[in-house]
């Protein structure tokens, strides 16, 4: 089909009339008003089904992210599980639990002291015994492992993740909150986020003789979530309270561990 401007035929107006100008508005809105409607819906149509598209792009980019960062925090406590694991279980452990012979000490302070030069990341490697009391410590101090003796090691009895650690049976895996370091009751400053993992140990006869517990920088669990996340300004990370961990206004970061009531949920 053919159409062509000169295919329309108007009707011829008697000479010297004119067309009153009611009647030229009405027949400019009957013709464009309903085409004004059609492309008004066509583009409204087309930038909607954009809009979509593109939401489901930023959606699945940043649940990719997410995932991400969640299975790299995973894989880094299972490594440091693995490790409080193969403590509780070695050789030189065992035979100083069951001889108390300070020779067998040694062995395991070496062991202690290799792991901790080998695993950049623990802030502490000790062995506690029933009463709390730190027997093994080496701790890493300006980027050096050392061993702690004498009158520097410390009663933790009181704390948290002894006595949960303790209570576990053969085989379990304590995993604290993430906070910050605590040393002689006191916030260490400057802030040092910690995890401590942590299990109990037994002699030969199946006696319990006390706990292992490696402290682990929690800002390199922290670091690796913000690479994850492919260090987007808006990421976060929370406990399970709502708290920051992490987050782009650092003034909000471990109110917790401050008595402060802001959380995420408020």
Not at 13 to 21: E, F, H, S, Y
């Amino acid at each position: 089909m053919r159409f062509s401007l000169q295919s329309l035929r108007f009707p011829q107006l008697p000479k010297g009339k004119t067309v009153p100008r009611q009647a030229v508005a009405k027949l400019f809105l009957a013709l464009y008003l309903p085409m004004a409607l059609i492309l008004t819906g066509l583009v409204y149509g087309t930038l909607k089904i954009n809009a979509e598209i593109g939401l489901q792009a930023l959606q699945a980019q940043e649940a990719g992210e997410v995932k991400l960062a969640g299975q790299t925090l995973v894989h880094d406590f299972e490594v440091v599980a693995a490790d409080v694991r193969l403590l509780s279980k070695a050789p030189a452990l065992m035979h100083f639990l069951d001889t108390g012979n300070p020779a067998e000490k040694q062995r395991l302070n070496a062991l202690f002291l290799v792991m901790s030069q080998e695993k950049r990341r623990y802030n502490q490697i000790r062995y506690l015994d029933n009463s709390g009391m730190e027997t093994i410590r080496i701790s890493r101090v300006n980027g050096k492992s050392e061993a702690v003796a004498g009158k520097e090691l410390q009663n933790k009895a009181g704390r948290y993740f002894f006595s949960d650690s303790l209570r576990l049976a053969q085989g379990e895996i304590y995993i604290s909150p993430l906070d910050l370091n605590i040393e002689h009751g006191q916030i260490e400053i400057p802030h040092k986020p910690m995890l401590r993992f942590g299990t109990p140990v037994f002699n030969s006869a199946g006696e319990k003789k006390g706990v292992v517990l490696i402290n682990y920088y929690g800002s390199a669990l922290i670091e690796d979530f913000r690479r994850a996340m492919v260090e987007r300004r808006h990421a976060m990370l929370l406990n399970r309270d709502g708290y920051w961990l992490s987050s782009p206004d650092t003034s909000l970061e471990w109110g917790f561990m401050f008595g402060r009531e802001t959380t995420f949920a408020k």
